[in-house]
């Protein structure tokens, strides 16, 4: 529970975390759209990670000194994973709601119909909210992670999309919060499954969405970074979960010739690179691994979330030939 807040304030429901980086608009109406949240008690927690002066200045305009924010300025960008642990950890509230700084909540009510279900389901870590297109109200593909799954329809997940969700902060802090290193891509789905294996369930729950600004003519650059994380970051965390070195051959392979039929297949082989070194000092170091140990019933949990999984070993490798989404 939260502890309580000074000056005799009730203890806060709902932290609302938001990570700036360079678009002070979008943070502003991501900001406004917190504030007008009703039915719950709420604290909006800022992190600017390194934006230029002019962006920052801007952001610190439409904050205009109000006491429900509190804005934490970096002089680096420490990526989704470091910026969300700094954010979590400016706040106490028993629930933690990510909102991206191009989102928007559906609408008022939205903070407070999380809270409840969360309240009312105590064996959930997190919930997965609704994504919509902001320009086309229809579902946004490019944060859907849930294949097989109608997006109108509730159901237990592994995993929830980092674009809106809420996380009960009592699992998040026994999990041991966001791999850092990770920095961006997968970070997520990191944290669920260690989450999972604390006993804790994830659900997809459309009742509550947001608004996720995404342009008809969206583009995304795996030639500029993505792919080389998402090559890294797979490989790394499914080292830490156990994935044994032959599939993770396959697995390196498979991103290896994705890579190449796309076009990124330099920052293909930098991710593995980077992976390999990554899995070593992981491998090496003293830190806690029991929470990456995978109990039996986690497993029988992500195999019902999940029955692909036990696809065929060609039809995964067709898969990977395909398109990257966005790339002509």
Known sequence: MATAQPNGAQPVDADVIILSWNRPNDVADAIASALGQ????????????????QNIAQLERSIDASPDIELKKLERNTGVAGGRNIAIAMGDARYIVALDSDAVFGDPGTLA??????????SLAAIAFRIENYFTGRNDDTSWDYPRHNPDERFFATRFVGAGHAIRRA?????????????????????????LNLGYRIEYFPEVKVR??????????????R???TVRNAL???????????????????????????????SAVRGLCAAIGMCTAYARSSEDKSLYRLLPETRRYIATCEPWRDEQAMTKLRRQFRRLPGRA
């Open 38 to 53: 009703v039915g719950v008690r709420r604290r909006i927690l800022v992190v600017d990670q390194g934006s230029e002066p």
């Open 113 to 122: 119909r999380a809270v409840r279900h969360l309240d009312a389901n105590p």
């Open 171 to 195: 699992a998040f802090e026994a999990a041991g919060g966001y791999d850092a290193r990770l920095f961006f891509c997968q970070e997520e789905l990191d944290l669920s499954y260690r989450m």
């Open 212 to 225: 996720h600004k995404i342009s008809p003519d969206h583009r995304v650059a795996w030639d500029r970074g």
């Open 227 to 229: 792919y080389f994380f």
């Open 236 to 266: 790394y965390s499914s080292y830490k979960f156990g994935t044994p070195l032959a599939r993770l051959g396959l697995g390196a392979a498979a991103f290896l010739a994705r890579g190449m039929a796309n076009g990124v297949g330099v």
